[in-house]
């Protein structure tokens, strides 16, 4: 009997991609698994040919190859693979691939291939200069390096065998009714070897703990939460494995006098009411030193004077920031007699019937209380 169409078997077009493909299998193996349907020979039937033809086109070569040549390419056991297309022999392992991508278990065939070591965060904590000038320090980051003595091998002698638990593969099988799934041997961490004779150093790990120095060079700029990365500073990995990155996040502390948001820099600038009156010059400070910064006359709490370029540079740009300073007129405080009697003179002149002239913010705060009680009592 001729074997039907592939991707008609899936139930997919020819230019179906590989995870619409894997998806369509899925549904088919979900519905006509041996362990779902054990007495319905018709359900294996359509598993069997539903598997073949995943196998064939899930292989981009022989999807070519099918794609060119139909099912002739593949008689007389070309097609098969790992055991023939349509043999029963190695259904667990591609059901178990399927199923261990959906739990994300699965993996590569073989498990001598070396993992990577883990990824390291470091928090350094700046002050706001050694973030604005940029800073070189040293730090001090807790690991695991390889170890010397094996060289990260884990074996004394230098020789390795082949697990017995998974035969070298690295991965093994689970089965939960019509589950297979394949995950990391836990002998041997899906390396897929043993050792006979562990290291004494590191008792077989091939990495042991060691804290490390660490010189880091602080760009000119960074904020909270910039990260730098040292590429292959973090754990080892096993089995003499790649070394993970170091990742060293920024935390900057309050300062007493700025605060920043983004590149510009923002402080209160305090001073006396009759420099707020009058206007006056001040000095301010700056991240280069003071500059002088002219106050208006009749200056209010709350008004804000920039001073361009006085920020941050940008990390990135290099462009500065500017520096935003708000006004806060201070009430004086432990004053003296002949204070007290010129403020009491100055206060004198305001109740002439014409004090809404010099306060005009208090003349429209009491209008819109008059306003407010009329239409209370109303």
Not at 188 to 200: H, N, V
Not at 212 to 228: E, F, H, K, Q
Not at 282 to 306: C, H, K, W
Request: aromatic fraction near 6%; include cysteine; glycine fraction near 14%.
């Amino acid at each position: 009997m001729s074997k039907r169409d592939y991707y008609e078997v899936l139930g997919v077009e020819r230019t179906v991609t590989e995870v619409e493909l894997k998806k369509s299998f899925r549904r088919l193996a979900m519905k006509y698994h041996p362990d779902r349907c054990p007495d319905d020979p018709h359900a294996q039937e359509k598993f069997k040919e539903a598997k073949e033809a995943y196998e064939i086109l899930a292989d981009a070569q022989k999807r070519q190859m099918y794609d060119q040549y139909g099912h002739a390419a593949f008689e007389g056991g070309a097609g098969g693979g790992r055991g023939g297309a349509g043999g029963f022999g190695d259904m667990g392992d591609i059901f178990g691939d399927i199923f261990g991508d959906i739990f994300g278990m699965g993996g590569g065939r073989g498990g001598s291939r070396s993992r990577r070591g883990a990824d390291l965060r470091y928090i350094m904590e700046l002050d706001l200069e050694e973030a604005v000038f940029g800073i070189e320090k040293k730090i001090d980051v807790p690991t695991q390096v390889n170890c010397q003595h094996c060289n990260g091998s884990g074996s004394e002698d230098g020789k390795v065998a082949q697990c017995k638990t998974c035969q070298g593969h690295g991965r093994v099988r689970m089965q939960n009714g019509i589950f297979s799934i394949q995950q990391a041997c836990p002998h041997c961490g899906g390396s897929g070897q043993a050792i006979e004779k562990p290291c004494r150093q590191c008792r077989g790990e091939g990495r042991l703990e060691e804290t490390r120095t660490l010189s880091v060079r602080i760009p000119a700029g960074v904020d909270n939460g910039d990260r730098i990365r040292l590429t292959g500073q973090g754990e080892a990995g096993p089995a003499g494995g790649e070394a993970g990155d170091l990742y060293v996040e920024m935390r900057v502390r309050e300062h007493d006098i700025f605060q920043r948001d983004g590149n510009d820099l923002h402080c209160e600038l305090p001073i006396r009411f009759s420099q707020a009156a009058l206007g006056a010059e001040l000095p301010v400070p700056t991240l280069d030193g003071e500059v002088p910064i002219s106050i208006p006359p009749e200056t209010q709490t709350g008004q804000q004077f920039r001073l361009r370029g006085r920020g941050v540079k940008s990390v990135r740009s290099g462009r500065a920031g500017d520096l935003i300073c708000r006004v806060v007129v201070e009430t004086p405080v432990r004053l003296t007699k002949e204070q007290r009697d010129l403020l009491a003179q100055l206060e004198a002149t305001f109740n002439n019937g014409e004090a809404h002239k010099h306060t005009p913010r208090e003349k429209s705060w009491v209008d819109g209380v008059k306003q407010f009680w009329s239409r209370v009592t109303s």
